[in-house]
């Protein structure tokens, strides 16, 4: 299902920042602003080309790079696997399945408060250092996985 909140956001700033809405770029912007797995650019060709089948990866190469550029997906270089993107751009980290790659989201911000939650910051760090972001991954086994070990 569609947030099309999240597509029409990212559809404004694409627009605010001088780019054209193609039809291939519209399509890249909403398989990422949809998807919950976090596809890599491979992912996101197949998905594109299906309906546009002329479009290269190069193509979507460069889209996904001007959309880094402008802070509206998020890279998960995971030394495990392939770069992968993320559509959600809001403070979470991700839980990563070491065998079968499936990436969760996992919420490690309060809205209530705007702080993380149950992540500690040393404050000597907090005054030494302007901390602008973060990227957290946790890496085990998801249920599936674990099943298959255990027979």
Known sequence: MINNS???QILNKVKKHGYSLTPQ??????????S????SAVDVYSKVKSVYPM?????VYKNIAM???????REIKSFQSAVRYDGDVSPHAHIICRNCKEIIDLQVYDDSNDEM???YINPKLKKEYNITG????????C??????TSN
Do not use: Q
């Not at 919950?36 to 596809?39: E, L």
């Not at 973060?134 to 086994?141: P, Q």
């Not at 249920?143 to 298959?148: G, L």
């Open 143 to 148: 249920n599936n996985c674990r099943n298959k």
């Open 117 to 119: 939650t149950e992540i």
């Open 67 to 73: 959309l880094l550029e402008i802070n509206e997906v």
């Open 6 to 8: 999240r597509l029409d």
């Open 134 to 141: 973060y990227n957290v991954e946790f890496f085990g086994l």
């Open 55 to 59: 479009i290269s990866l190069n193509t």
């Open 25 to 34: 770029r519209y399509e890249i912007i909403r398989i990422l602003a949809e």
């Open 36 to 39: 919950k797995n976090h596809p």
